[in-house]
């Protein structure tokens, strides 16, 4: 037997010799032929009917601005009411009250199973079927008055949401453990605080991934609302080709601006990230 | 002579077909340190829930203090109570959990101040003198700002100790503290369970360690299959069980 600290012999010592870098010709290959293809598909569109000068004039004039603002008005105000919407939804659904757990499945049902298109015409519509709207003996309206392109594009886009985000906002929930509803009673919480203190603060982190996912979803879904007349930044330009025939120009102005507002969200969305990663180990050390 | 702290009688819980608990009754005095050995499934863990009511009972009746727990009683009839009124009575006991469940967004000193500054209404800065006391006494003074993910099994545990003792109980459970730790961390919570022993707590602690029961409970209990099979001095039923069963399972966990 021999001694347990000797090492066998006849093995080279590698330490110190570099080790080669590999040649990645697939790598090489590859990338020159999507540039080759990029190349292509410019010069096609260069020499292609389309006046650059009408998207270059057009990417900022007044009525394409009025309606970006429009869009992001539009876009930040219906997920606040589909987030407030999609938590009390997400909160019923989960509550031990089968009254209240029907309620949310069957919105969830009737809003998630029917076209948005169709959800923001009907809201639109809504005065053939109530002509006047309002309390009675305190106050009644037109419903033509009340149900501005505004208004439907607002409770369209909203409550349709509402439905989704009910769904991402009951995942985070079930993805907190258990013990901290547990440990939350245990120091005297009721249900509703210690969802608001304890349970949500920390399904935020797992939902604003997927919450981002439906904001982006929103910017481009208020284009629906153009079907209603609401003065977003397609319908916008809808209006301006009408006028000069410059589709394919107007709908590139209308493209670069989606581009561009998604392209912003995106880090804003990393900073939200970081805001509610308190605690874990990724962001504490 | 005085009524006890806690008073079980003739408490039963099914899960499902599984009966977890089989007309248990206990009293538990004021002061007293007890510790609840047995196997897993033995019950021991569901009647420590009970008291604090994160599990309800199907029948019998807890008494804590002198309240019936969970319902009341009039004309013949037991009613639940709301929502809020268990919560209240929860505030009587403070729970320690296997698993800490410390509250990973908080600090350390948040997760103390959080049950008394937004459960009990008091004053931040009084409470969070008061957490800082606590964390000294489980020996974490320095550690006030560290989230949970920062600090070791044991150090959880202890801040999990100190949230509940934050909310004054007057009955703190214990449902196997140490479980979930590493060997060598195991020493520096039953520590601060010794100590708060000793300081006159009445405590229930569900445990496996039979050397901290043997050096600081007062009473053992001893329970399988959802009967409580034997109760005595810790020196009597670790040393000298009387039943056959008591005498299986101290052979077999030594």
């Keep these: 037997m021999r001694a347990a600290q000797t090492l066998a012999e006849s093995f080279p010592d590698l330490s110190g010799i570099p080790v080669a870098r590999e040649p990645h010709w697939f790598r090489w290959f590859s990338a020159a032929l999507i540039v080759l293809a990029l190349a292509a598909i410019a010069r096609a569109f260069a020499g292609g009917q389309i006046e650059w000068s009408y998207v270059s004039r057009f990417l900022t004039a007044k009525v394409i601005l009025e309606g970006i603002v429009n869009t992001m008005v539009m876009a930040v105000l219906a997920m606040a009411l589909g987030i407030v919407l999609g938590i009390v939804v997400a909160i019923m659904r989960l509550s031990p009250n089968p009254v209240l757990k029907s309620v949310a499945a069957g919105y969830t049902w009737l809003f998630r199973g029917t076209p948005l298109i169709l959800q923001l015409l009907l809201w639109f519509n809504l005065a053939l079927v109530f002509p006047t709207i309002g309390i009675p003996g305190l106050w009644t309206a037109r419903a033509v008055d009340v149900m501005t392109p505004f208004l439907a594009a607002l409770l369209g886009l909203g409550i349709n949401q509402g439905a989704y985000t009910s769904e991402v906002m009951r995942a985070g929930m079930l993805s907190v453990d258990i013990g901290q509803y547990e440990a939350a009673q245990a120091i005297g919480m009721g249900r509703l605080r210690a969802l608001r203190r304890i349970i949500l603060p920390q399904a935020m982190r797992v939902v604003i991934p997927p919450l981002g996912n439906e904001f982006i979803g929103m910017v481009k879904a208020t284009s629906l609302a153009s079907v209603i007349q609401y003065p977003e930044v397609l319908h916008n330009a809808e209006n301006i080709y009408y006028a000069n025939s410059r589709v394919i120009e107007l709908l590139i102005v209308a493209g670069l601006w989606y581009l561009l507002v998604v392209s912003i969200l995106t880090p804003l969305q990393m900073l939200l990230e970081r805001r509610f990663a308190r605690g874990t180990m990724q962001f504490a050390r | ?254």
């Excluded at chain 2, 008494?63 to 009839?77: A, F, K, M, N, S």
């Excluded at chain 2, 008091?122 to 957490?131: I, L």
């Design chain 2, 1 to 254: 002579m005085t009524k006890p702290l806690v008073a079980i009688r003739s408490v039963s819980k099914h899960f499902g077909e599984f009966q977890a608990l089989k007309s248990v009754s206990l009293d538990v005095w004021a002061g007293e340190v007890m510790c609840l050995i047995g196997a897993s499934g033995s019950g021991k863990t569901t009647l420590l829930r009970c008291i604090n009511q994160l599990t309800a009972i199907d029948s019998g009746g807890i008494w804590l203090d002198g309240e019936l727990l969970g319902v009341r009683e009039e004309g013949g009839r037991l009613y639940r109570l709301t929502e809020r009124q268990i919560a209240r009575q929860r505030l009587k006991t403070g729970m320690v959990f296997q698993r800490f469940n410390l509250f990973p967004h908080k600090t350390a000193l948040e997760n103390i101040t959080e049950g008394p500054v937004q459960v009990q209404g008091r004053k931040s800065d009084e409470v969070r003198a008061e957490a800082i006391e606590l964390l000294r006494r489980v020996g974490l003074a320095t550690k006030a700002d560290s989230y949970p993910a920062q600090l070791s099994g044991g150090q959880q545990q202890r801040v999990a100790i100190a949230r509940a003792l934050a909310m004054k109980p007057m009955l703190m459970l214990f449902d196997e503290p140490t479980s979930a730790l590493d060997p060598e961390l195991v020493g520096e919570v039953l520590a601060v369970m010794k100590e708060l022993a000793q300081s006159g707590m009445t405590m229930m602690v569900v445990t496996h360690e039979l050397g901290f029961a043997r050096e600081v409970a007062d009473r053992v209990v001893y329970m399988d299959h959802g009967v409580i099979v034997e109760s005595g001095r810790a020196s009597d039923v670790l040393g000298a069980p009387r039943e056959a069963r008591t005498k299986a399972f101290l052979s077999a966990v030594i």
